[in-house]
């Protein structure tokens, strides 16, 4: 099994949605550490391929996948990730899962495709087509579904709001 150890300043953004953005950020501060049964690095095409029990982890977000690619430019700035095959993100508080996951830098959106799913507490929601915005927290969901636990609102909140007696 060949290990790689990488260094990023992904930011702990809410809530560190989904680790492909931590692999996709750039070098600098905090560890990524990244586990495969293959790694191939082909840096005239900037690539580099882990295949095989891909596990990458930092701080408390875990990523496991069958596959994950990163594309970078000439300066070694990643501007595409995809993960592919099972793929299952794990942190304190929210979990995902898809067949495929894919980040692009350049417009700041994580895609998870592929059945998938994102759950945090008692919240669990499904989709054809998930995507994040990790900068703004911004998310949308294709054919949505699934469960949303929401603070109950007081009847008499009803009702005053609408200009009536409780």
Not at 57 to 66: F, G, I, K, N, S
Not at 105 to 134: K, S, Y
Request: net charge positive.
């Amino acid at each position: 099994m060949h290990c790689a150890r990488a260094t990023t300043a992904a930011p702990r953004r809410a809530p560190a949605l989904l680790a492909l953005a931590l692999v996709a950020a750039q070098p600098g501060q905090a560890s990524l550490d990244i586990r495969a049964d293959r790694l191939e690095l082909d840096q005239p095409a900037g690539l580099a391929r882990f295949e095989g029990g891909v596990v990458a982890t930092q701080d408390d977000v875990e990523l496991r996948c069958a596959r994950l690619v990163a594309r970078y430019d000439a300066k070694g700035e990643v501007g595409e990730v995809v993960a592919e095959g099972d793929v299952r993100v794990k942190s304190r508080d929210l979990a995902a899962t898809a067949g495929r996951a894919s980040f692009d830098r350049a417009a700041g959106v994580l895609t998870l495709t592929g059945d998938p799913a994102v759950t945090r507490g008692q919240d669990h929601l499904r989709g054809e087509t998930i995507r994040l915005w990790p900068d703004s927290g911004r998310v949308v969901i294709e054919q949505a579904r699934g469960r949303l636990v929401v603070p109950r609102i007081a009847r008499d909140t009803l009702t005053k709001a609408k200009g009536g007696a409780p």
